[in-house]
């Protein structure tokens, strides 16, 4: 029989229940429950006191930055819940929308020794969920008899952080002539991952021969940029400037991925332009809301190139770090094509940031 969820079915199971505020169990030798902290609730934050005095409130090493809480497991910190919290506490130590208005949330005890595994892995499925990275969790001896009385999705530990490791395998969905500005010879083709997560968009410009470097783009979803014309980035004008030179020389193709905010989904990248209204950059700000400087994975775009029969490319790009991915995920990259358009007396500062700390060549 093969009617029972696998792994991969497992896991986009519980994004989607952390995602509505419902606990997930980790089966291991210590077995855990854990819930988003970005969607819990009153009545489930008193369940989780009525389940065990000994809560801790997970959250990622760069947001421990922020609260000046030790990180004693390296990329994450375990932070003691006292028996004063509420609910709205757990959301501020998450969410930093308040962190210039109330500065002191301390001082906070932090777990050290022990093994955090279960934690990281919870950890990382609310940042693949598009939530913040910060979970509340909860010892639970007999893990699977628990969950199973409470209809809970229950995870093996075994083999997860592998198997998160793994690029989810893309599936050409379908694909269809699409006539455009840039040119009328186009064709869109549309690929959805095994995982659940987000389908993402190849257009092909002409036929390009499959034996030459093609003129490619990875393009980074952008809502505010693509969409409403934000000037606050550049992604609109490199949007349609690669167009219009894949239109201009005749063939190309465009991969617009599904990573909007470097990867972090619209919801905290703009919880990031309110920190960066702040006073905080880019950077900084992804920081305090407890991301990596950029969590998008471009192993999607050499995948989707691959499935279009392309081996290597001419790149359009001012980011080194997608030439490097390329490379390590066999696309050879004979030549960077710089694209440097958008600037605005808005985004300047952004522009500046980018090259500054993340590299680009601007």
Not at 123 to 146: E, I, M, N
Not at 157 to 167: R, S, T, V, W
Not at 281 to 300: I, K, M, Y
Request: charged share 25%; with cysteine.
């Amino acid at each position: 029989m093969t009617l029972a969820p696998s792994l991969t079915e497992l896991l986009a199971r519980a994004r989607a229940d952390l995602r509505m505020g419902v606990p997930v169990v980790l089966e291991g030798a210590e077995p855990l429950l854990f819930v988003s902290a970005e969607t819990l609730d009153d009545a489930r934050f008193s369940d989780f006191r009525a389940l065990s005095p000994q809560l801790v409130l997970a959250i990622t090493a760069r947001r421990a930055q922020t609260l000046k809480a030790r990180a004693y497991d390296g990329d994450l910190a375990r932070i003691i819940v006292p028996p004063d919290a509420t609910s709205d506490w757990i959301t501020a130590i998450a969410d930093p929308a308040e962190d210039l208005k109330h500065p002191m949330k301390g001082p906070l005890s932090c777990q050290r020794g022990g093994d955090p595994e279960a934690l990281r892995i919870a950890l990382r499925l609310a940042k693949t969920a598009r939530l913040l990275p910060s979970v509340l969790a909860a010892p639970l001896p007999g893990g699977g008899d628990f969950a199973a009385r409470n209809g809970l999705t229950r995870l093996p530990l075994d083999g997860i952080a592998e198997h998160l490791d793994q690029n989810s395998p893309l599936h050409s969905v379908v694909h269809a002539r699409l006539p455009m500005e840039v040119s009328e010879a186009g064709r869109l083709h549309v690929f959805r991952p095994e995982d659940g997560g987000e389908e993402h968009y190849a257009i092909e410009i002409g036929r390009p021969d499959r034996a030459r470097p093609v003129l490619a783009r990875l393009h980074s979803a952008c809502f505010t940029g693509d969409l409403m014309g934000s000037l606050k980035c550049d992604c609109g004008p490199q949007l349609r400037a690669a167009l219009a030179q894949m239109g201009s020389e005749g063939q190309g193709v465009l991969l617009y991925l599904n990573q909007e905010g470097r990867g972090i989904g619209l919801a905290n990248k703009m919880r990031a332009y309110s920190l960066q209204d702040q006073g905080f950059d880019t950077v900084e700000a992804n920081h305090r809301l407890g991301f990596e400087d950029d969590e998008r994975d471009f192993r999607l775009g050499a995948d989707i190139l691959k499935a279009l029969g392309f081996s290597s490319v001419r790149l359009l790009t001012n980011n080194p770090r997608k030439v490097s991915m390329m490379e390590a995920s066999g696309i050879r990259v004979a030549e960077r094509v710089p694209l440097k358009v958008g600037e605005n007396p808005h985004n300047t500062a952004y522009l500046d940031t980018k090259a500054a700390k993340s590299g680009h060549l601007l």
